[in-house]
């Protein structure tokens, strides 16, 4: 398996929801990234984890909370978000030491009303 | 085939041409680089990388070009197809070397 899979695809949630955005591999990647993607930007680098244990938030606000369970998941908790944080969420992982086999999911789309 | 020497945002090429997409990085400790293409309403995919103790490396139809001194990447694209078109971003590690960053990207469109 040398995916990356993320669910929802689409998500359409209210500025006093609260929804979490799920991501999952099996190869074994002990790293774990979430990136933020507004249209016709790169991806912004959100949350690291290396072995289950969050190493990098770049100054990312509180309504975002990441959280990884285990090896082969990672979540985005969402809360009180504002129409600005609509964009598209980015998922990967790879090897720690050299960040060998970076590899992305296909993303999840989401829309704050 | 068409190329550019500094980043561009877009590069218009026929099919059939050679393309190069250039990129500039920031981190002279980075020893990792790779180049990924995004198609519309999907994540970014591999392409290629190097490692920093190399200064070409090829694979099918696409070659990759380090150079360290001025801190430049280069992604050639042999024999360009219309399937080729999409955004393409090079990425290297970040300061504390622990994630990928992206450049700015450059979108190809290929014309038959």
């Known amino acids: 398996d040398t995916e990356v899979t993320q669910t929802p695809k689409h998500l359409v949630m209210g500025m006093t929801n609260k929804k979490s955005l799920k991501c999952e591999q099996h190869?074994?990647?002990?790293?774990m990234y979430w990136y933020k993607q507004k249209a016709k930007k790169p991806p912004e680098l959100m949350f690291v984890?290396?072995?289950?244990?969050?190493?990098i938030n770049e100054s990312v606000p509180s309504r975002f909370s990441p959280e990884c369970p285990n090896s082969s998941l990672l979540n985005l908790h969402l809360h009180a978000l504002q129409p600005e944080d609509s964009a598209l969420y980015l998922c990967?992982?790879?090897?720690?030491?050299?960040?060998?086999?970076?590899?992305f999911g296909s993303g999840t789309r989401l829309t704050v009303v | 085939g068409e190329s550019v020497g500094l980043h561009l945002p877009t590069l218009s090429v026929q099919e059939g041409d050679n393309s190069i997409i250039n990129c500039a990085y920031s981190?002279?400790?980075?020893?990792?680089f790779i180049w990924y293409k995004q198609e519309s309403g999907k994540g970014p995919q591999f392409i290629i990388d190097?490692?920093?103790?190399?200064d070409k490396r090829q694979g099918q139809r696409v070659t990759v070009l380090l150079n360290k001194t001025v801190k430049h990447l280069s992604l050639q694209i042999a024999a360009t197809q219309p399937g080729d078109s999409a955004v393409y971003f090079c990425?290297?590690?970040?300061?504390?070397?622990?994630?990928?960053?992206f450049g700015k990207g450059t979108t190809l469109s290929v014309s038959s």
């Open positions: 984890y290396s072995y289950e244990k969050l190493s």
């Open positions: 190869m074994g990647h002990r790293a």
């Open positions: 990425a290297e590690k970040d300061q504390a070397g622990t994630a990928l960053i």
């Open positions: 990967a992982s790879s090897h720690v030491t050299d960040l060998y086999g970076y590899t």
């Open positions: 190097i490692r920093s103790n190399m």
């Open positions: 981190n002279s400790a980075s020893d990792y």
